[in-house]
């Protein structure tokens, strides 16, 4: 399988508990996202990486959250201290700058995994 | 508009009925849309991407169209059926400064059950 692979599938924490949750994109692509989605809502930006650079970050990513692309492939998104409000399906998403009419073109699709659900006792 | 909003939050049809979905978004600073079917325990999986005022794609069954002055955009399936049944999302890029980001900004989704 060549997608977006994320581990782990499932999470059960106790609040205060560090976790970590793992992303693989898609070999070729050198943009890589995370996304937070909770019941009910649609996902929701957390924080966007250009090949190991971290380029944006939402506000919704507190101090307690941290991501890392060391070298540029897979991604690890961590997060200190867990609370109850952390529970929710994280996605990630790879995509790549393609070449279209002689330009780089930028709205390309985003490729999801299936995503890691959290859940914080 | 302020968010990407659509409707309706459910939808239950019949097999073989024909349905569609709304998504409603800013208008200033667009720069795409994207539309995605999520099925439960499986990845999102792309459907369409639409740049332009007037846009019409389809793919099978499944047809969009965008009208980017208004902001919204209009997701068809005729003659639905039983695996059609998922969560239905959209989701915009905006283009501020000249720049596209690249955050997706999503609705809250459409959740279709199609009835054998």
Known sequence: DTGVSQDPRHKITKRGQNVTFRCDPISEHNRLYWYRQTLGQGPEFLTYFQNEAQLE???????????????GSFSTLEIQRTEQGDSAMYLCASSSKELAGGRWSSYNEQFFGPGTRLTVL | ILNVEQSPQSLHVQEGDSTNFTCSFPSSNFYALHWYRWETAKSPEALFVMTLNGDEKKKG??????????????????????????????????????TSYGKLTFGQGTILTVHP
Do not use: H, V
Request: proline letters at 4%; a positive charge; glycine letters at 8%.
């Open chain 2, 61 to 98: 069954r499944i047809s969009a169209t965008l009208n980017t002055k208004e902001g919204y955009s209009y997701l068809y399936i005729k003659g639905s059926q039983p695996e059609d049944s998922a969560t239905y999302l959209c989701a915009t890029r905006s283009n501020a400064g000249g």
């Open chain 1, 57 to 71: 970050k939402s506000r919704l990513l507190s101090d307690r959250f941290s991501a890392e692309r060391p070298k």
